[in-house]
Structures are given as C-alpha cells and as structure tokens.
T-cell receptor, first 113, second 115 residues
Framework: GENVEQHPSTLSVQEGDSAVIKCTYS??????FPWYKQELGKRPQLIID?????GEKKDQRIAVTLNKTAKHFSLHITETQPEDSAVYFC????????????FGTGTQLKVEL | GAGVSQTPSNKVTEKGKYVELRCDPI?????LYWYRQSLGQGPEFLIY????????DSGLPNDRFFAVRPEGSVSTLKIQRTERGDSAVYLC?????????????FGPGTRLTVL
C-alpha cells in the first residue's frame, strides 16, 4: 500500500520567516495530495490540496509544490505568524485505491516571536 | 448545519469491555470515513462508507472492530473486547460524495482510553 513519509518532525521558525515541510510518497498511482493543519486538541482542517496534474498551487501565504517524478510534495508557508503554530499533516490518495487518505506522521511547527 | 460531530468526546473503559463511538456527518454528505490517530502520529484509515455500505474496510485492524451506517447518515464504530492498544483518538470525516478530490471534513474525535 501507499506509504507517506514527512520531514521534519519539528520545525521552529521566527515570525516572518518561511517554513517548508516535505513529504514523499511511494505509490506512483497517487493523484491527490491534501495538507491538513491540526491545532492542539482540535480536529484536522484542510488548508490546501493539489492534484497530480498540477505542479504548484498557491493560496495567499501558503503554497504546495508537487514533483511526480521524484514522488515528493512540499508545503511552503511564507511570512509565518504565531497563529500558524500547529501540527501539519500531508496525505496522499491512490487512484483506484478507494478514497482513503494515507497520512504522514506530522510536523510540529512553532512560530516564535 | 454544523460540521461533523462525534460523541462521546472522551471515553474511558476497562480492558475487555465493549464500546460504541458515534459520528454525525455533515448533512447531505454521502461519504463517511473513520480514522484512528495515536499520539504523535497522523490519522490512520479504518473504514470508508459510501451511503449505507462499507466500500473499503481494509484498515480495520481485526475482527474486534466493526462499523455500521444503517441509514446512510449516522455511523457507529464498535469495538469489542477492548485492549490497551486500542487507546487513541478516533476521528470521523465526511465528504459530499465518494469522489477522488472532495475534501474530507473531520470531526473533533473521540478520545478512547482503555485501562
């Protein structure tokens, strides 16, 4: 089955700096890659997603890039703010594999003042 | 109306007991998913319903776990003979239809603790 690896497990940045979180996936049939943000004790919430026919997608301070050849995708957050502090999860969905998402292990992002 | 809801929010039980966890999806969402999240890990898929039927139950760890969705709305995850290793947050998610790119909206989860 699909396997998703995520790095780093923790990331600390200064407010205003950029943060990058990277994920790799194993199944070349994966075609959908969402990113979820989970604050402490809260539910995961979708922040951005990308389909396999697109190389990059941007939404204000958040962008995601996808390299299908290398089977990796990344989340980029610019001009980080304290409210960006949370755990971020990448996920992948395999074509024809039902609709289940396979998640990475998460990145704890801390934005310091 | 509101988002996905789950009850109870917390459940403490003893080893060997039976538990039921409930999920109320967003009204009109035909697809419903159960995931399990252990401390420090990402959600792990358990089962997916499209309407009333389980379209994919490949993530259920063993036959102690079972889920139903009899009317295509509310779902119940049932765990028999609970074990300490079952302790985790059980997340439910729903989406408008069982298609590839629909966002899965998550509930707040039920924290299960097996003593």
């Amino acid at each position: 089955g699909e396997n998703v690896e995520q790095h780093p497990s923790t990331l600390s940045v200064q407010e205003g700096d950029s943060a990058v979180i990277k994920c790799t996936y194993s199944d070349s049939a994966s075609n959908y890659f969402p990113w979820y943000k989970q604050e402490l004790g809260k539910r995961p919430q979708l922040i951005i997603d990308i389909r396999s026919n697109v190389g990059e997608k941007k939404d204000q301070r958040i962008a995601v890039t996808l390299n299908k050849t290398a089977k990796h995708f990344s989340l980029h957050i610019t001009e980080t703010q304290p409210e960006d502090s949370a755990v971020y999860f990448c996920a992948a969905r395999v074509t024809g594999g039902g609709n289940k998402l396979t998640f990475g292990t998460g990145t704890q992002l801390k934005v310091e003042l | 109306g509101a988002g996905v809801s789950q009850t109870p929010s917390n459940k403490v039980t003893e080893k060997g007991k039976y538990v039921e966890l409930r999920c109320d999806p967003i009204s009109g969402h035909t697809a419903l998913y159960w995931y399990r999240q252990s401390l420090g890990q990402g959600p792990e898929f358990l089962i997916y319903f499209q309407g009333t039927g389980a379209a994919d139950d490949s993530g259920l760890p063993n036959d102690r776990f079972f889920a139903v969705r009899p009317e295509g709305s509310v779902s119940t995850l049932k765990i028999q003979r609970t074990e300490r290793g079952d302790s985790a947050v059980y997340l439910c998610a729903s989406s408008p239809a069982g298609t590839a790119y629909n966002e899965q909206f998550f509930g707040p989860g039920t924290r299960l603790t097996v003593l």
